[in-house]
């Protein structure tokens, strides 16, 4: 093959500017650390490193989330403690009141003392973290329970304390982080379950329960569900003490959603809690349908979970001490359930610490592993481009020397 | 066959190496000129006088000057100078595309959506916290200053693109101007059998770079004569040419139609096939694609955020969180911009209600765009980019890669080879050497003769 001498510089040129970009693309990786300096570098890996960074970034939102969290739920139980302990006092102290050797003027005296008892109590129930009230539900800026101007019944909050505040601990988990004041400090008697919606306009089924006032009579209380329209059913109620059945004027209606069976609407508006008040016989509870559907059977299960109001029972007992009446044994069952179901609430929110926990060990494991895996994607291992930039430095310096010795040289130089 | 027959051999013979010499110094000369053919003197005897009892030959003489070109590889070449820079343009213009993304940084777009998202997730813990609703509205804001940007990068990127093509497209009007008088010449210079050689180079000069710019199809007639046309409409010959320019369509594409704008030019190849690329299809595309994610963002972001409540006194609903998307501006609401407090997360309108701050913060999760996550929407946009810029990075290896195979053919048939060229200078410099001594000996042999009278 003929041999000419722009042939040698386009080689040469071509040699050159193949090193040269070789070397850019390495002295590039070397200084930056990075073997994915832009998208085109490797569209594919760009893609998982948006994926690993995406990844990454949820971990640190909830674990910013979690450990943010912590801090109310460990002050929530801390204040569920304060309040188990100072009603494991009372019982005790109650119990003792009961020796026929304790005088009637010690009775009197632990009115007072059960007053200021009340005062402490209702304090952690109103606890709160930076203004936020911890059993407040989802309507914290508002003091969740405070005494009537009486002074002889605990109000709650009208717009109620029961909403669940949850967190993103994970892509599709959301975890309840707080303790409402409905399930800690209400009696709230929950209907869960599936109404028939097959069942006859008319048709009617009833669920009773034993539901206690203030002053420790017990009730046989009876929700009735009659069946008024499709997808509508109107609650209507009574209670009995033993001595004849006691209709209440109030009824309310539900209504389910035709197609997911959902409930819809209670009295019209979006789902709540049904409160029960009958302040004659002292009876304060709420009616929790939240979990009631519509199927194609009918199975509703009911649970209370205590059998009267603490506070209002509580109240109740103060003014019997002042008057130098002891509590009776009903009142006393009533408190004694209570301190199992305090002891109850805060173990469950012991478990959400105990997963927030778990979660955050979790979501830390996970980091490394995506570090891990982002590094192996986008960083350079050094070693190697080190040696490929020394050895493409090397063939560059080679290039230099050799066409310094030839590119020049024709046979001009020899005649 | 007297003496002076020696002077006339001897002198033909002088002129004839003192022109090769002119040739190969021609050569020589030219050996760095990438558009220059090398030329090769042939040489022919003067044929002998008849009329003489013994036919003697009469010297050599300088027949012609052949111009060393393989026509074959030219077309190769003109080919893939096409390829090649078409590919070129094209990576370079891509390259610039995704440099406005910054990616894959914390400051590209793939981030700030984690982050805007991510923000409500924080605000979903302390619903009512100034901090926490300022961020989430500097996160939105955030995103929108960096989609603003890659916008108007591209929007900039096509101005200057058209600017470069309109450029390019005078270039080639001014090839096509200097062809048809080149060809002209050739022509003229070829009927009267005068060499053509160097206006033959500078026609394939015109040629190479008049292929670096667009497809061209080029047919050289017996004259030497480069009929030429761009992607299908004629250009020039050596009577006749047109001028091209650029028109802007009613849909905002580019197209090259002849100056009347009668004839469309079916652009396949070449630099300016690059610009109307990235001008009629990645530019456009990319922004149609951003059109489509963000008013889905807003479209999404707005139908949840409109049903929940303000923490506000009273509480306030119905407000959506942008105000609007179009042509790459995203639009905070300027009421939740003066007043953060209007952000809803509340579904029941309580302040520690956060299931709307949920609601939106799991929107970066479901596949509400073609099938997919809004950040897999955005990955496929900068991923298609990215990989039609890796395919054109491959294209132009590849086209480089034979394109200097093709040079180095043609500058094996074509180029100078100085060490060549001085075996001519010396072979010819001898041949004159000699026949000055020739010329000495006849003269040596005529004053002989002359010294007998």
């Known amino acids: 093959m003929r041999v000419s001498d722009r042939q040698l510089q386009i080689d040469y040129l071509r040699s050159m500017n193949l090193t040269k970009s070789r070397l850019g693309k390495l002295q590039e990786q070397v200084t930056t650390g990075k073997e ?380 | 066959m007297g003496i002076t027959k020696l002077f006339d051999i001897s002198r033909r013979s002088l002129l004839t190496y003192q022109k090769a010499l002119s040739i190969t110094s021609n050569n020589v000369a030219n050996a760095n000129n990438p558009d220059y053919s090398r030329q090769r003197s042939l040489f022919s005897n003067v044929g002998p006088d008849y009329r003489t009892n013994i036919a003697i030959g009469s010297g050599v003489q300088l027949t012609d000057v052949e111009r060393i070109r393989d026509q074959i590889l030219d077309r190769q070449s003109w080919e893939y100078r096409q390829n090649y820079n078409s590919a070129q343009k094209q990576s370079s213009i891509l390259a610039n595309i995704e440099s406005l993304f910054s990616e894959p940084s914390e400051q590209g777009m793939s981030a700030l959506l984690d982050q805007f998202f991510n923000s409500w997730d924080d605000l979903s813990v302390d619903p009512t916290s100034s901090a926490l609703r300022s961020n989430v509205v500097y996160a939105a804001e955030n995103l929108s200053v960096k989609l603003q940007n890659v916008y108007e990068g591209m929007t900039t990127l096509r101005r200057d693109l058209k600017k470069d093509s309109q450029v390019l497209v005078g270039d080639l009007n001014n090839y096509i101007t200097e062809l048809k008088h080149i060809n002209k010449q050739i022509y003229e210079a070829t009927v009267v059998n005068k060499g053509a050689n160097d206006l033959l180079d500078k026609r394939d000069e015109l040629l190479n770079k008049m292929s670096d710019i667009a497809n061209i199809q080029v047919n050289i007639d017996e004259y030497g004569v480069a009929n030429v046309s761009i992607g299908g409409v004629f250009a020039v010959d050596r009577v006749h040419s047109i001028t091209f320019d650029i028109f802007e369509e009613s849909n905002g594409k580019l197209a090259l139609k002849t100056e009347d ?24 595309e990319a922004k149609e694609q951003f059109d489509d994610l963000f008013n889905s963002i807003v479209f999404h972001v707005n139908q949840s955020h409109s049903q929940g409540y303000s923490t506000t006194d009273p509480p306030v609903t119905g407000i959506d969180f942008f105000e609007g998307y179009s042509n790459g501006v995203l639009k905070i609401n300027k009421d939740i911009i003066d007043d953060p407090q209007l952000i809803a997360v509340s579904k029941d309108g309580t302040n520690g209600n956060n299931e709307l701050a949920l609601e939106l913060a799991k929107l970066q999760h479901n596949n509400l765009l073609n099938g997919s996550t809004f950040a897999e929407n955005y990955a496929n946009i900068v991923g298609s980019l990215a990989s039609e810029k890796q395919f054109q990075d491959q294209n132009t290896e590849t086209f480089g890669l034979v394109l200097n195979q093709l040079e180095q053919q043609i500058s094996s048939v074509s180029g100078v080879s100085i060490d060549e060229e001085m075996i001519d200078v010396l072979k010819y410099q001898r041949s004159y050497d000699a026949s000055a001594k020739l010329i000495s000996i006849a003269d040596e042999m005529m004053k002989t003769v002359l010294q007998m009278i």
């Open chain 1, 36 to 415: 994915i300096n832009r998208p085109s570098d490797s569209p594919l890996g760009t893609s998982r490193l948006f994926k690993l960074s995406n990844q990454l970034g949820n971990i640190t939102t909830f674990r910013d989330n979690i450990e943010r969290a912590q801090t109310s739920l460990d002050m929530t139980i801390s204040s569920m403690q304060g309040f188990q302990s100072e009603i494991q006092d009372v019982i005790s102290d109650l119990t003792g009141l009961r020796n026929p050797t304790v005088g009637d003027n010690n009775i009197r005296a632990y009115s007072d003392k059960l007053d200021l008892i009340i005062n402490q109590l209702l304090d952690y129930a109103n606890a709160d973290v930076d203004g936020k009230y911890l059993f407040g539900g989802t309507d914290d800026s508002v003091k969740p329970f405070a005494l009537n101007s009486g002074g002889t019944a605990v109000e709650i909050n009208s717009q109620g304390i029961g909403g669940e505040r949850k967190i993103r601990i994970a892509k599709n988990i959301d975890q309840k982080v707080n303790m409402t004041g409905k399930e800690v400090f209400e009696s709230v008697w929950k209907q869960s379950g599936t109404i028939d919606s097959s069942a006859a306009i008319g048709s009617t089924f009833t669920k009773t329960e034993k539901i206690d006032g203030a002053d420790g009579t017990e009730y046989d209380f009876t929700v009735t569900y009659t069946k008024t329209a499709d997808n509508t059913y109107q609650l209507s109620y009574s209670y009995d003490d033993g001595t004849g059945s006691v209709a209440l004027a109030q009824t309310n209606e539900l209504v389910f959603d035709a197609t997911t069976g959902e409930l819809e609407t209670v009295d019209g508006s979006d789902p709540s809690d049904i409160g029960i008040n009958i302040s004659g016989n002292k009876i304060d509870f709420k009616i929790d349908v939240s979990e009631l559907t519509e199927s194609d059977s009918t199975s509703v299960k009911t649970k209370l979970n205590v059998k009267a109001n603490i506070f209002n029972t509580l109240l109740d007992i103060k003014e019997n001490l002042a008057s130098g009446r002891l509590p009776n044994d009903e009142q006393l069952a009533v408190i004694n359930g209570f301190n199992a179901h305090i002891l109850d609430e805060i173990s469950a929110a012991g478990d959400i610490g105990r997963r927030l926990e778990n979660t955050i060990q979790l979501l830390d494991s996970q980091e490394l592993e995506l570090k891990d895996l982002q590094s192996k994607e986008r960083d350079v291992d050094i070693m190697k481009a080190m040696v490929d930039l020394e050895s493409q430095q090397f063939n560059l310096n080679l290039g230099y020397k050799i066409s310094s010795m030839i590119l020049p040289k024709s046979l001009m130089d020899f005649l």
């Open chain 2, 261 to 284: 704008g009668n004839s469309k030019v079916a652009l396949q190849s070449g630099e300016l096939y690059g610009n109307f690329r990235s001008v009629n299809e990645f530019i456009p």
